[in-house]
Structures are given as structure tokens and as C-alpha cells.
């Protein structure tokens, strides 16, 4: 007896591996840059000496001896060491530079098979973050907030020096650094809540701003505009009184440091001058006083820095956290099995399966099998199930439960690229991509050679539809073949399935958007395939199509009905009482109820 009781669907399979383990391999092949920028890092901080060195000679050396000589001595050294540091530090940032360039590069495909594959396991979530976390990290690693991390080691022998020059200089610099990292701290709790919550917002807000922009058409056509607008706006104006609340926050925590470093600085000088003051052996100079300034102030740079930079710092890690996850459920890299030409055969066995994430199998307990040459018809009642059969049959949605063999191989252990290039599929909604009529046949490889278009156009019987293009075949279809009819996509679109003669065709309603000439045209491109013995699937809800059919299949709430020869299968429906009872007729003879 069949039972509406299966196995929740899985989703895509995962692999547990450390999810940062990517992005930080990513990183990892720039170890010797980071090196480098180390390198580069010591030579900036100790050439930045030369300011507080200068003013040293300059006021404990120059004044007291008046010497024009030295002065200009001095004051050429000081231009030659600021010049080195200028080079060295353009060179350090165009290092951080090529990193973040590298990074980027290396895991574009990754990302962008990423955002592919999470656009798969959550369907109508179509999302490209994984593309737009990757390229905000980039930016971060060529930020100003990086940089700081690599001078902050610095600090502690700047404060050094400090102490050098004079106990009470390095003890408050000290406090300085204390206060200045104990607000940095406050800051981040205060703030990261709030940042989190914006980032959050403003994707739900940019994500219905999408939505409401690619619905203009139905939302003028039906008068939502108002109501839409409304929809969004109630996000929008969360985001933006989350944003207006945390850049408070933050420029707060900004103002309230750079007023705290001001007033360091100056009673640097303050103390400086008490101990010029006050020393009675003149061991304590105003050189010194100046000198400590200066040096106070890079030793406390990398912290205001990273304060400043906070905000960014937020984003990137969340972006990180994200890009990480993404990366770790991307599909795992199996062993493909090699995929010689197709043949046709296909067989289902106890298959249960549905759309990634749902709660419950659409699709219980389908077996049946189609050999080369098979045109099966897929009928059944609005939601039986039919469009989820198509793509588990491509291979798109995996099973949950259960096996789809095509040529005796698991359809799962299939290389998807190789199996994809091997199989016709025509959606339900045709999508073509921008680019050429050409393009969209050849399903946009660059090498593919005109006889094998032309034969694609001639087997979905479009040729001439193409000719009467205003470009022919160089037509551009414009972003999702908009400037096609749907009927014209519908027929580019099939001649895109038949594109070097699959073995494999599955089209969904293929029929939905055409009209008579369409009709014909498609009936003469199901003839050539069966001419050629290709195994058809075919979701159809008009009879027309059932015409070539030599196979049909009737779902009805997700389950086999009935399955056999066409003929068959008709008798069986002409003669069908209320209450009728569950039976297919095998290709292999047997009876599944
Ligand atoms: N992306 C999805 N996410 C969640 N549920 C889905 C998704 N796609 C389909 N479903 C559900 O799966 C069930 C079967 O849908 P399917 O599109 O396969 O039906 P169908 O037989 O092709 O219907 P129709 O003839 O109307 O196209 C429906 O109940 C539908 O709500």
C-alpha cells in the first residue's frame, strides 16, 4: 500500500569541514606578502621616528648652537627619510593591495558557486551575498583598519622610547593606550548589536527594493504601487533608524576619542614643560617635550585607527562569518564518476524527494524506467508534482530518499557539468540569459562551432523564426530574453535543450506560450528525437502533446497513479471508476502498488 508518510527532504548534502578553513587557506597563499608587508611595516614605524628625531636636534641642538649648517644638515636627512617612508609606505599599501586582489581571486569561483548553490538549496531565494561578502572583505584587507593592525605592534615601542625619554612621558602615554582600548571596547558592545541588526535590515530592505523594481509591470498593471511601496518602506525606514542610531553610536565613541587624544597630546606637552620647568639639572628639554608628543601619537594611531574604522571592521567580520558558512555547504567536491556519452536509460527506484528545505517529500515512492528512444508524457493535476519530477531529473534538486539512474549510474555521482552538458532541459519559465540568440543556443559557450547552433535551431524547428529576428541569430535577448516574446523564448529555448543532440530531453510544458506554427514546430521537434532515439520526458496539460508520446505517467499528489504504454495508460483513464486503485504498469513487466 503506498503511504503519504516519507522522509523529510534533506537539502543539499553538506560537508562539516571548519567552515573558516577556505578563506583563511585563501589568506594563507599570501603568506610571504604578509611577510614582506611586516617587513615594510618595521622600516615605516622606525622611519617615523625621524619627526620626533628632528625636533630633538632641531630645538636641543640647533637653537643652542644657532648653526645654519646643522639646521640644513638636519633638515636634508629629515627630507631623505620622509621620502624613504613615503616609498616604503606606498609599496606596503599596494602590497595589502595585491593581497586583497589575490584573495579575491582565488575564491571567486568558489563564492560564485556558492551563491549558485544557495540559490538551489533555498529556490526563489535567489541571493548573490556570497559574491558581495567576498568582495566587501577584499576591500577591508586594503583598508586603512588592516594597516593599523600591522603598526599597532609598534606601540608598545613607541611607549618604550617614551619611557626612555622620561617615566612620567611613558606612564602617560600608557594611560592614554589603556583608555583609548577600554573605549574601543565599550565600543564594540555596545555597537556590534546594532551593526548586526542594520546589516541585516538593509539586506531585506535592498532585497524588496529588487523585488518591487523587477514587478513594475504587475504592480502599475494591478494599482499596488502604493501598497508595495508601503511593504518596503516599512524596512527601509527600520534600516535606515538602525543605521541613524548606530552611526550615532558610532560617531559618538569617534568624537569621544579624538577629543580624549587632543587633550593627551596637549598635556603631553604640559607635562613636558613642567619638567623642563622643574628639572634643575636641565636633564629634561623642550626637544624632548616636542619629541614626546609626537611619539605619543603614533604609538596611540593604531587604536584610534581601529576605533574609527569599527564599523567596517563589524561588517567584515559578519561578511567572514557568512562567506565562511557559504563556502563550507557549497556542493562537495566528490568523486565524479567519468560520464561517458549518455545513452537514455533512465530508472527511478523508491524515490521520495522535493524542494530543497521543504518540511515533506512532494515526490513518494517513484519507480519506473524509460530506455532510449521512450517519449514519455507526464500528466497530472496543478501541483501533483510534475515540475519537481523535471528537475530531479536533471539532476538539479537532489533526492532525499531513493535513486535516479540515468545509464545505471546514480544521477548524484554524476560530474554535474559533464551530465548538464549531456541533457536537454526546458523549464516551465523559460530563462534565457542576456547575451545573443546565438549565445543562449550554444548555452554560451565561446567555441561552439555554427553547425552545431545551426542544427540546434533546425532540430527545434526555429530557423526560420530566428531569421526573421531583426539580427537573426546576433538578436540580443536582452536580461531574461525580455525583448523576445514568450512564445520566441519558449523556441529559442528549446532549441537551447537541444543544443548537440542530448540523449536526455526534458521539457516542461513546452507548449505553454505557443501558438499554432509553435505547436507544429515543436511536434516536429519531439518526431526528430524519437527519430533519433533520445528519451523524451515531456510535462504536458494539453492533449497535443501526448500525440508522440509512447510512454505516459499520471501524478497525482506526488505519487504514481499510473504509469505503461500510452495506450494503455488511456484505456486505463477512459475507464477509470471513482475509487480506482493504484497500479502501474512496468516497463520491466512489473506492477508497483
Ligand atoms: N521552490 C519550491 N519551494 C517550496 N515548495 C515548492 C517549490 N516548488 C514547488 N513546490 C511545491 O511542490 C508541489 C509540487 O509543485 P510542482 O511545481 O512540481 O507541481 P506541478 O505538478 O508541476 O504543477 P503545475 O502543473 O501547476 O505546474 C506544490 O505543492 C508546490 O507548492
Not at 540523449?503 to 521537434?525: C, F, H, M
Request: glycine share 8%; proline share 5%; with cysteine.
Amino acid at each position: 500500500m503506498m503511504t503519504n508518510q516519507g522522509p523529510a527532504v534533506s537539502g543539499q548534502a553538506t560537508r562539516h569541514t571548519l567552515p573558516e578553513r577556505k578563506l583563511f587557506a585563501a589568506l594563507a597563499q599570501a603568506r610571504a606578502t604578509f611577510i614582506q608587508i611586516g617587513l615594510f611595516s618595521w622600516f615605516t614605524n622606525l622611519l617615523m621616528l625621524t619627526g620626533p628625531l628632528y625636533m630633538l636636534q632641531v630645538y636641543d641642538r640647533v637653537l643652542n648652537s644657532q648653526s645654519v649648517p646643522t639646521l640644513a644638515a638636519l633638515t636634508l636627512l629629515m627630507l631623505v627619510l620622509y621620502t624613504a617612508w613615503g616609498a616604503l609606505e606606498w609599496i606596503r599599501t599596494s602590497l595589502f593591495n595585491a593581497i586583497a586582489s589575490r584573495f579575491e581571486a582565488s575564491l571567486g569561483n568558489l563564492s560564485a558557486d556558492a551563491a549558485l548553490d544557495l540559490s538551489v538549496s533555498h529556490p526563489g531565494k535567489a541571493t548573490d551575498r556570497p559574491l558581495r561578502d567576498l568582495r566587501l572583505i577584499r576591500r577591508f584587507i586594503a583598508s586603512p583598519a588592516l594597516t593599523a593592525l600591522f603598526d599597532a605592534p609598534w606601540s608598545p615601542i613607541f611607549l618604550i622610547v617614551l619611557f626612555l625619554l622620561h617615566p612620567l612621558f611613558g606612564l602617560w602615554a600608557l594611560f592614554g593606550a589603556v583608555v583609548l582600548f577600554g573605549l574601543s571596547v565599550l565600543n564594540q558592545v555596545l555597537s556590534s548589536k546594532l551593526l548586526e541588526e542594520n546589516a541585516t535590515l538593509e539586506r531585506l530592505a535592498r532585497q524588496r527594493a529588487g523585488e518591487m523594481v523587477r514587478s513594475v509591470e504587475v504592480i502599475d498593471a494591478l494599482g499596488m504601487r502604493e501598497q508595495v511601496k508601503a511593504r518596503w518602506r516599512q524596512v527601509f525606514d527600520a534600516s535606515d533608524s538602525s543605521l541613524f542610531s548606530s552611526r550615532n553610536r558610532l560617531s559618538g565613541f569617534a568624537a569621544l576619542t579624538k577629543a580624549f587624544r587632543l587633550f593627551l597630546q596637549s598635556a603631553i606637552l604640559g607635562i613636558g614643560a613642567l619638567l623642563v620647568i622643574t628639572s634643575s639639572d636641565g636633564s629634561s628639554t623642550p626637544g624632548e617635550m616636542i619629541a614626546a608628543s609626537i611619539l605619543m601619537g603614533r604609538a596611540i594611531a593604531p587604536i584610534e585607527q581601529i576605533v574609527g574604522q569599527w564599523q567596517s571592521i563589524i561588517s567584515a567580520r559578519s561578511a567572514w562569518q557568512a562567506l565562511s558558512m557559504a563556502l563550507s555547504r557549497a556542493a562537495p567536491d566528490m568523486q565524479s564518476m567519468a560520464l561517458p556519452p549518455l545513452k537514455g536509460h533512465v530508472s527511478i527506484d523508491a524515490l521520495h524527494a522535493g524542494p530543497p528545505g521543504a518540511a515533506f517529500p512532494v515526490l513518494r515512492n517513484l519507480s519506473f524506467s524509460l530506455s532510449p528512444g521512450d517519449v514519455l508524457g507526464v500528466l497530472g493535476p496543478s501541483a501533483a508534482g510534475k515540475s519537481t519530477l523535471a528537475k530531479l531529473l536533471t539532476g538539479i534538486w537532489p533526492a532525499s530518499h531513493g535513486v535516479i539512474r540515468l545509464d545505471g549510474a546514480d544521477i548524484a555521482t554524476l560530474d554535474p557539468v559533464r551530465r548538464g552538458q549531456q541533457t536537454g532541459y526546458l523549464p516551465q519559465q523559460t530563462d534565457l540569459l542576456s547575451g545573443t540568440v546565438r549565445d543562449n543556443i550554444c548555452r554560451f559557450d565561446p567555441h561552439a562551432p555554427a553547425d552545431a547552433i545551426l542544427s540546434a535551431a533546425h532540430a527545434a524547428a526555429c530557423h526560420e523564426l530566428i531569421l526573421s529576428l531583426p539580427d537573426g541569430y546576433d538578436t540580443d535577448v536582452g536580461e531574461g530574453g525580455t525583448y523576445l516574446s514568450a512564445g520566441q523564448r519558449q523556441r529559442i529555448g528549446l532549441a537551447r535543450a537541444l543544443y548537440n543532440a542530448p540523449a536526455l530531453v526534458i521539457l516542461d510544458e513546452p507548449n505553454s506560450n505557443l501558438d499554432t506554427a509553435g505547436e507544429a514546430a515543436l511536434q516536429e521537434a519531439i518526431a526528430g528525437l524519437k527519430a533519433r532515439q533520445a528519451t523524451t520526458i515531456i510535462v504536458a496539460h494539453r492533449p497535443a502533446l501526448l500525440r508522440q508520446c509512447t510512454k505516459l505517467l499520471l501524478l497525482e499528489a506526488g505519487e504514481i497513479k499510473l504509469f505503461g504504454p500510452k495506450d494503455e495508460v488511456l484505456r486505463e483513464i477512459s475507464s477509470r471508476q471513482p475509487g480506482l486503485k493504484v497500479r502501474t504498469i512496468g516497463t520491466r513487466g512489473e506492477s508497483h502498488g
